[in-house]
């Protein structure tokens, strides 16, 4: 075999690695972006097709590397969590009140990383992008608050949830990573029990107190 069959082989070969890499990456990257956006890119898929929803997205992504979103520091990461735990706590006495903190809390936190409010419908569009994967517990918890004061406290515990889903997401990556693993956030209480205290990252009943009442972990 001349030296010039075997060179044109190599630089075959050689383009075949690099092309079968480059599909790799771009593969990778795609599920990445999908897992981000969760249900949304599914919904986006079904309404206008998977080609256009993928352009959707990156349209989305583009818009959102524009604002600039920025990471807390760790000392507005701690202040929020601590407000959170005062919003989780009020749910004990006033659950109405409670997810109308929380909800207020994501959107002071959307505010804090870079994000634009004013229009909640482009808020919307924007968090999809690296927080899909919460924006259907989002909006149930939104429409939950709307009507907190005739919701059942069931339907305000799920909004709670919800809301602290999307809230952790927010303070704890840049991203869109979601929580650090191993890590959970306060509970909510399944039931409204006499009275309960958060210890650490559970809802605990008071020493003398009955135990019956269990917290539920979603």
């Given at each position: 075999m001349s030296a010039g069959v075997i060179i044109l082989i190599v630089v075959i070969l050689v383009i075949v690695a690099v092309g079968a890499a480059v599909a790799s990456t771009r593969m990778r990257r795609s599920a990445a972006e999908r897992s981000l956006?969760?249900?949304?890119?599914?919904?986006?898929?079904?309404?206008?097709?998977?080609r256009r929803a993928k352009a959707e997205i990156e349209k989305r992504r583009r818009r959102v590397d524009e604002l600039g979103i920025k990471s807390l520091t760790a000392e507005r990461r701690s202040a929020y969590v601590g407000q959170w735990e005062a919003a989780q706590e009020q749910f004990i006495d006033?659950?109405?009140?409670?997810?109308?903190?929380?909800?207020?809390?994501?959107?002071?936190?959307?505010?804090?990383?870079?994000?634009?409010?004013?229009?909640?419908?482009?808020?919307?569009?924007?968090?999809?992008?690296?927080?899909?994967r919460h924006l259907?517990?989002?909006r149930s918890a939104r429409a939950a608050t709307a009507r907190a004061e005739q919701a059942t406290t069931e339907a305000l515990r799920r909004a709670m949830l919800s809301y602290r889903q999307l809230f952790f997401d927010l303070i704890e990556s840049s991203d869109g990573a979601g929580l650090a693993p191993g890590r959970e956030p306060d509970m909510v209480p399944a039931q409204r029990p006499r009275k309960q205290v958060t210890q650490g990252r559970y809802w605990k009943p008071r020493p003398q107190e009955s135990t019956d009442v269990a917290s539920t972990r979603p």
């Open positions: 956006v969760g249900p949304e890119y599914d919904r986006l898929a079904d309404e206008i097709g998977p006033s659950p109405a009140r409670a997810v109308s903190a929380a909800g207020a809390l994501i959107t002071a936190v959307a505010v804090d990383r870079g994000y634009e409010v004013t229009d909640h419908n482009q808020l919307m569009t924007d968090l999809s992008v690296f927080h899909g259907d517990g989002y």
